[in-house]
């Protein structure tokens, strides 16, 4: 049976998701609480609202040292901790005005740039303001660290950096959902899923998020394969290259503000 099999949210992008047994699907039809903090740049303006915050917001494609810190994340208090290399943990109460500019002083020294911590309501600082949850198959990650001998299943899903993990299905499963007539799919009592693109890639995936060193040649062996792997039942039409992996989701006005969770069934053409 295809199923949830894990949900993951990144409440602070760039960093480390948390795995969580359900969540909301929030007005925006993005996850709640998902990139809901970013780092970003304090000379900007405080857009509220539109595409533009995202380009305010620090990450991986800005700068690797988000890979020399480990960070955990309790949704329910809004503390979050972390790890830096050096192995000096702390924490920081990020529910408050004190606790968010604290944490940005501590995290603009650790980069080498000043930024400030700043929180959004959804669809906060997703890439993909007007679309939703990011959906790939257990088995494509496990299809994609078989590629390389350096990468495990875990590694990859940390590359990735998917929020719906579904079980039970083929690897690159995700695949059908967009192009000419693709399917949706439906979570759980009714939560409806559309295709909204297949996510193109940046350098992220290439590097160990352990240590941020890239594997050589990581871009064109991940072509290689893709191509070599691409599934008979996908639109090939619908995706720009074969740098792209996961699915960018969209869902119905009338399918959000519903809960899904890690076991719920998983129903294809609903």
Excluded at 6 to 12: D, E, H, V, W
Excluded at 82 to 103: H, I, N, Q, Y
Excluded at 179 to 201: I, L, N
Excluded at 240 to 248: A, C, G, R, S, V
Aim: aromatic share 8%.
């Amino acid at each position: 049976m295809a199923q949830i099999d894990r949900l993951r949210c990144y409440p602070i992008k760039g960093f480390d998701g948390i795995d969580v047994d359900s969540a909301q699907v929030s007005a925006a039809g993005t996850l709640a609480g998902d990139r809901a903090y970013a780092l970003c740049d304090p000379e900007a303006s405080r857009i509220e609202t539109g595409s533009d915050m995202q380009t305010l917001a620090y990450n991986g494609k800005q700068t690797d040292r988000v890979h020399d810190v480990r960070t955990d994340f309790d949704p329910s208090t809004h503390v979050l901790t972390v790890d830096p290399d050096d192995g000096d943990e702390r924490t920081f109460d990020l529910s408050t005005d004190d606790g968010r500019a604290t944490a940005g002083e501590w995290f603009g020294e650790f980069i080498g740039d000043p930024v400030d911590l700043r929180r959004r309501e959804p669809p906060a600082f997703v890439d993909r303001p007007d679309a939703g949850p990011s959906i790939i198959s257990t088995a494509t990650l496990e299809a994609v660290a078989s590629w390389f001998d350096e990468m495990t299943v875990e590694s990859a899903r940390r590359r990735l950096r998917a929020n719906v993990e579904v079980s039970g299905v083929p690897a690159f499963w995700e695949d059908r959902f967009v192009g000419e007539d693709a399917p949706a799919f439906v979570v759980g009592d009714g939560v409806r899923f559309e295709g909204a693109e297949p996510c193109a890639r940046c350098v992220v995936p290439s590097r160990d998020p352990e240590t941020g060193d890239p594997l050589p040649e990581f871009r064109e062996r991940f072509v290689e394969r893709r191509e070599a792997t691409f599934p008979e039942w996908a639109d090939e039409d619908a995706f720009p290259h074969f740098y792209t992996l996961m699915l960018i989701s969209q869902v119905p006005e009338a399918s959000r503000e519903q809960s899904i969770a890690v076991g719920d069934e998983v129903r294809v053409g609903d």
